[in-house]
């Protein structure tokens, strides 16, 4: 294609068809997206950190380690992407962790309605709170590639887990050894 061409087409509108076009096709996906995630599961809007860090402060938050709100978060995080839209991937990975460690420690699952019979010691709720503290680390870890550092990160999200510590026997010296105040 030679620049004759290109300005024959741009003279006849062709570039500005080209950008509709694009225009409307990025904004059908993003709206598919958000569509998914108003009517489905709303709980999966936004990038779930300060989500996160209420359910490890003790609030609850209803659906917010389910698994139906990892599928949404993770469909709708990925039509806003092809999209065109700038979005981070830190949030999404730090909620999509705290799933999956909610998960794991339940050894059930709710949105499936199955009970694996597993894990069943670990379903009280300090115990969930441990795992999706945990998984919360491994989803900063996984987005900003840095194992040791999600610890740091996890420790000024995660108040709650320090706050019982000082109640618990087996957590007492994790938040003395840390300098917790």
Same mark, same amino acid.
């Given at each position: 294609m030679?620049?004759?061409?290109?300005?024959k087409?741009t @003279?006849?509108?062709?570039?500005?068809?080209?950008?509709?076009?694009w #225009?409307?096709?990025?904004?059908? !996906?993003? %709206?598919?997206?958000? !569509? +998914?995630v108003? *009517? *489905? @599961?709303? !709980?999966? #809007?936004?990038?779930? !950190?300060?989500? =996160?860090?209420?359910?490890?402060?003790?609030v609850?938050?209803?659906?917010?380690?389910?698994?139906?709100? +990892? /599928?949404?978060?993770?469909?709708? /995080?990925?039509?806003?992407?092809?999209?065109?839209?700038? /979005?981070?991937k830190?949030?999404? %990975?730090?909620?999509s962790g #705290?799933?999956?460690?909610?998960?794991?420690?339940?050894?059930?699952?709710?949105?499936?309605? &199955?009970?694996?019979?597993?894990? @069943?010691?670990?379903? &009280? $709720?300090? @115990?969930k &709170? $441990? *795992?999706?503290?945990?998984?919360?680390? #491994?989803? /900063?870890s996984?987005?900003?590639?840095?194992?040791?550092?999600?610890?740091?990160a =996890?420790?000024?999200t995660?108040?709650a887990?320090?706050?019982?510590?000082?109640?618990? $026997?087996?957590?007492?010296?994790?938040?003395?050894?840390?300098?917790? $105040?």
């Amino acid at each position: 294609m030679s620049n004759e061409d290109i300005e024959k087409f741009t @003279e006849v509108g062709g570039l500005s068809i080209s950008l509709i076009l694009w #225009a409307v096709l990025n904004s059908v !996906i993003v %709206m598919m997206g958000a !569509i +998914l995630v108003a *009517f *489905f @599961e709303p !709980i999966a #809007a936004g990038s779930g !950190i300060p989500q =996160i860090k209420c359910y490890l402060n003790g609030v609850k938050i209803p659906r917010v380690v389910r698994l139906k709100t +990892l /599928v949404v978060k993770v469909f709708g /995080v990925i039509c806003s992407v092809v999209g065109g839209l700038a /979005v981070g991937k830190e949030g999404p %990975m730090i909620h999509s962790g #705290a799933v999956v460690a909610a998960g794991v420690s339940q050894g059930r699952s709710t949105s499936l309605k &199955r009970d694996f019979k597993i894990f @069943e010691y670990f379903r &009280r $709720d300090t @115990e969930k &709170r $441990d *795992f999706v503290s945990a998984g919360a680390a #491994a989803g /900063v870890s996984a987005a900003f590639g840095a194992p040791v550092g999600s610890l740091a990160a =996890i420790k000024t999200t995660d108040r709650a887990v320090w706050l019982h510590a000082q109640t618990n $026997d087996r957590h007492t010296c994790k938040g003395t050894c840390v300098g917790q $105040d």
